[in-house]
C-alpha cells in the first residue's frame, strides 16, 4: 500500500512509497482509508516536539485521523463488520492514517454520520474529541458561561464554537474580518479582529478559555479568566499536575513544572486552573459527535482536499497558519 512516512524526527518532508498492509489483531479492524485530516499534531509529531510524552519508532507513518470502510475483522470485533464506512482517531501508539490502509483497535472508531461523504468524515475526529472533552469533560460547560475560544476559523476553533452554542454558552472568538460571516454562521456571539485588537483588552470575566494558540496568547488568557474560571490548553506546555495524571516519570514532571513555573504564577495570580489537554480516542465519543452530526448540531468545514502524493503540499499548507477550517487528504477514489 502507498503511505507517507519519515525515517527520523525534523525530516524536512515525508515520503510515499510502498509498505506492507498492516496485520489485524484479535480487536482491531483493518480499515481502506478513503479521507484523512492534516493536524498540527501531525506537524509536531514529524519535528519530533512530541518527544518528552511519545517515542516512535522509525520508520513512521504519519497521520491521526480518517474515514473509510472496513476490510476485515479481528476474530474477537463483534460490533463491527466488513462494510461498514467508520471514522476515528488512531491511538498515539499506533498512528499512521496518511495510508491507504490502517490496522486500528475497534473501540477508537465510531460508524460515520450518515449524512456526511467520507471527506467531511474525515474532518471530524481528532477536533471532534478534543473540542468535546476540552468544553464536556473537563471545563464542563453550563448554560450562559462565557467561553473564549481563539482562532474561530480554524479546525477546532469551527467545531468547538458549534459545541460551545450547544452547551448554551456565549462565545466569544478572535478571527480575521474576512472570516467574520463563517464564525458568525456556527454561532460565535463577540468576534475579534485580531489584526486590529487584542483580545486582553476586550474581553473580562470570562469562565473558560480554550487556548489553540499557546505562547503570549496562552498567557493573555489569565488577563480575561474569572477566578475560579478554567483554561485549557492544546498549544501550551503541559505542566507537572499533567506529567502526574499522564503517569510520566518523576523526573520529566519535575523538568514540566520548571518549564511551566510562569504559567503556575499566573494561574495562582488568577485563581484559575490551567489544564493541558492530550485528547484520547474514544468510540463512545465518536458516537456521540456522529449524533450531533446528524442533528445538524456541528457541521464540517473544509478549506481543500489534497490527493496523498502531494502530502507535502498539505503540509506547507497546514503550517502557514491560513487554512479555514479542515485539510483533507485523499487517498483513494469513494
Do not use: C
Amino acid at each position: 500500500m502507498q503511505a507517507a512516512i519519515i525515517t527520523k524526527y525534523k525530516q524536512t518532508t515525508p515520503t510515499v512509497t510502498e509498505v506492507p498492509i498492516p496485520t489485524v489483531a484479535p480487536t482491531d479492524v483493518l480499515v481502506k482509508i478513503i479521507a484523512a485530516s492534516v493536524n498540527p499534531i501531525d506537524l509536531k509529531t514529524k519535528d519530533g516536539d512530541l518527544r518528552l510524552l511519545l517515542q516512535y519508532p522509525m520508520p513512521l507513518i504519519m497521520g491521526s485521523d480518517f474515514a473509510g470502510t472496513i476490510t476485515a475483522v479481528g476474530a474477537q470485533v463483534t460490533d463491527f463488520k466488513v462494510g461498514d464506512a467508520v471514522y476515528g482517531r488512531a491511538p498515539k501508539d499506533r498512528i499512521g492514517t496518511f495510508a491507504e490502509f490502517i490496522a486500528i483497535d475497534h473501540q477508537a472508531i465510531a460508524l460515520k454520520p450518515a449524512n456526511l461523504n467520507f471527506e467531511e468524515a474525515a474532518a471530524i475526529p481528532l477536533v471532534g474529541l478534543t473540542s468535546y472533552q476540552a468544553l464536556h469533560d473537563i471545563m464542563h460547560i453550563q448554560p450562559g458561561q462565557k467561553v473564549f475560544i481563539p482562532g474561530g476559523s480554524g479546525g477546532i476553533g469551527i467545531i468547538a464554537i458549534q459545541l460551545a452554542k450547544y452547551f448554551g454558552a456565549y462565545v466569544a472568538t478572535t478571527t480575521s474580518a474576512k472570516h467574520f460571516d463563517l464564525v458568525q454562521s456556527l454561532g460565535a456571539d463577540k468576534i475579534i479582529d485580531y489584526h486590529q485588537q487584542d483580545f486582553a483588552d476586550v474581553l473580562s470575566n470570562y469562565d473558560a478559555v480554550l487556548d489553540t494558540r499557546g505562547g503570549r496568547s496562552l498567557e493573555a488568557a489569565f488577563q480575561i479568566i474569572k477566578p475560579g474560571g478554567q483554561i485549557v490548553s492544546i498549544a501550551g506546555l503541559p505542566n507537572a499536575r499533567f506529567g502526574k495524571d499522564y503517569g510520566l516519570p518523576l523526573w520529566k514532571q519535575w523538568l514540566l513544572g520548571l518549564a511551566t513555573r510562569k504559567l503556575s504564577r499566573l494561574e495562582k495570580q488568577a485563581q484559575a486552573t490551567y489544564s493541558f489537554l492530550f485528547m484520547q480516542p474514544s468510540s463512545q465519543q465518536l458516537v456521540r459527535l456522529r449524533q450531533l452530526i446528524e442533528q445538524g448540531v456541528i457541521n464540517p468545514v473544509i478549506d481543500r482536499v489534497i490527493p496523498l502524493a502531494d502530502i507535502n503540499k498539505a503540509l506547507e499548507y497546514s503550517h502557514s497558519g491560513h487554512a479555514t477550517g479542515k485539510i483533507i487528504i485523499s487517498l483513494q477514489p469513494n
